[in-house]
Every structure is written in C-alpha cells, then in structure tokens.
C-alpha cells in the first residue's frame, strides 16, 4: 500500500490528469479500449492518473461499472504510473467508493464534492472526516461547487484526519487560495483543478500551487507535457505561443455549451485516433461544426 504520505510526495510535483472513461456505441462500459487508453498514455509521464474523476465522468456511473473503471485502471497501470480514484456524491456512497477504490488497490482518492446540497462548514468538514476515517490511503479533497472548505475549517481535518494530504482548487478565489496557503503551509499537497488548468497554471504557481491535472493530456499529451515543462521552467515564450495557438481558441469551443469541458476532451480523443464513445445523458457531444475546428487546432499542434 502506497502510504499517505508517499502519496502526498507522489503528488507534488510534475503533471496530473484524468482519463476518460471509455463507453461503446450503446453507452456501456468498454474495459477494453480503456486499457488500451491508459496503455497509450501512462509513457508520456504524467506523475498520477485519476481514474473516474471529473473527465472520466464519474457523475455518471453505476456503482458496479465504477469498480471495474478502477479495476481496470489499476490493473492496467500496476507498475507504471500511480492510479488514483474519483469519489464523490452523499457521505455514505462517497465511504462506499473511497473503501472500494482501496480494496482495489488504489494509491489514493479524490474525494469530489457532495452534490447539489448547499451545506455548513462543519458539515461539510464532518463529510471529508468520514471519508477521510473510513479508508487508510491518502485522501485529496477537491474544493469546487457546492463543497468550498475555508483555510480554518482545512486546519481543523488536518488535525484530525491525518490521511487527509491534498487540496485540489476549482474555484479560482485567489484570496481564499492565499489564505489557505499561508495558514497550511507544507501541511498539504496543492494542485490546481480549474477546468483547463493551463490557463491559469502560471499564476497558480506563483501563489505556491505547482502542480494541475491537464484534460488536454488525453489527447495531446505530448503538448500537456511541454506546456507544464515550459511553466515550471519560466518558458513564457513556448507557454505563451502554446495559450495563443491552441489553449485560448480551445476555449472558444469549450464555452460554447454547459459540459462541454468533458465533452470537448472526448472529441479530441476520437480525432486523434482513441475514440472513448459518446459522452453519457446530461452531456451532449460536440456538434460536426465544433469538431471540426478542434481538429484544425490539433493539426497545427503536430504529432502526439
């Protein structure tokens, strides 16, 4: 078992992301092309993979395909890149994934927000503690939506729950993010987490947040790792001419429908040749037009 705080290392530093989740043409679960998937992607050298996470829709499967996501994912990567597990949902299903993923053999989980269900600070602190106790691996909490932890209420689980090594931020509140910082200090692992991470990497890591996970590294991994590279290495020329050739106009289509930050990565899949299905009812797919300008934008990239 991969400890808490080796996990909390392992996360530190260098380039996350999160597959997609493969389904066939019926909407069901495709074991096969998702190993296939991780198979093509865990040499490029991301640090960590998060299987059913946020891209990897994990909103939007049943409790048996989950456990074959993670089966898979880890099974397929055992020896190659850390596998990371996506929870999330009511505190008792959220318990009942972490303690699933960890059976499984996951290095660790990111506990995903609750859902729907504006909440208190201590409840919502009552929520990370009962994931946090109900498993042995390292924990990240992902700070998004409905479920926003104060740098005070971060304090208190970190005291109680020393298991708990990550904050992961998807809200972009810079004074928050400050104050957190500043009051947790080495306490936890940072990783940003705003959708298409790398528009807002260079100013996250200025305020001591290094570490993001890259959606884009699904199907441009080969350019997910030059811009993190060029980031960490002050390389304003090649991040620059990277955000203004391929990352500012990939938002233009992103932002065009609610959802389409999933939706978008996994048309970028099928145009270059790892096509993961459709997306799953509430998203919708990108429209023939939008396809084929994300294609012109991956053209110009290069090979992957």
């Not at 495709?30 to 991301?46: D, I, V």
């Not at 998004?144 to 932890?149: D, I, M, V």
């Amino acid at each position: 078992m991969t400890t808490p705080q080796e996990l909390k290392h392992i996360v530190s530093d260098g380039l996350l992301s999160f597959p997609v989740t493969d389904f066939d043409q019926n909407g069901d679960f495709n074991a096969r092309t998702y190993a296939q998937r991780l198979e093509w992607l865990a040499p490029y050298g991301a640090t960590a993979l998060f299987a059913a996470g946020g891209t990897g829709e994990f909103f939007s499967l049943a409790p048996e395909e989950y456990s074959d996501v993670i089966r898979t994912a880890v099974q397929t990567c055992a020896g190659k890149v850390p596998i990371l597990a996506g929870a999330g949902g009511p505190t008792r299903t959220a318990i009942a994934y972490a303690q699933e993923a960890e059976r499984l053999g996951a290095k660790g989980i990111l506990l995903l927000p609750h859902y729907l269900t504006e909440a208190s600070q201590p409840g919502i602190a009552a929520h990370v503690e009962q994931v946090c106790k109900s498993v042995n691996i390292g924990v990240i909490v992902y700070n998004r939506a409905q479920s926003r932890l104060s740098a005070d209420s971060l304090a208190q689980l970190a005291e109680r729950c020393p298991n708990l090594v990550g904050f992961k931020d998807g809200v972009g509140d810079i004074e928050a993010m400050v104050r957190i910082r500043r009051k947790l200090g080495d306490r936890f692992s940072y990783l940003g987490g705003l959708p298409t991470a790398e528009v807002y990497a260079a100013a996250y890591r200025a305020l001591g947040v290094p570490v993001y996970s890259s959606a884009v590294f699904n199907f441009v991994p080969r350019t997910a790792m030059a811009f993190y590279r060029a980031v960490a290495a002050g390389d304003h020329e090649t991040s620059n001419r990277l955000l203004d050739d391929f990352f500012l106009p990939y938002l233009d289509i992103r932002n065009r429908v609610p959802g389409y930050a999933v939706s978008i990565v996994k048309a970028g899949a099928k145009l270059v040749g790892h096509d993961a299905g459709p997306v799953r009812a509430p998203l919708t797919d990108l429209l023939p037009a939008e396809l084929d300008m994300l294609d012109g934008l991956i053209r110009k990239l290069g090979p992957q």
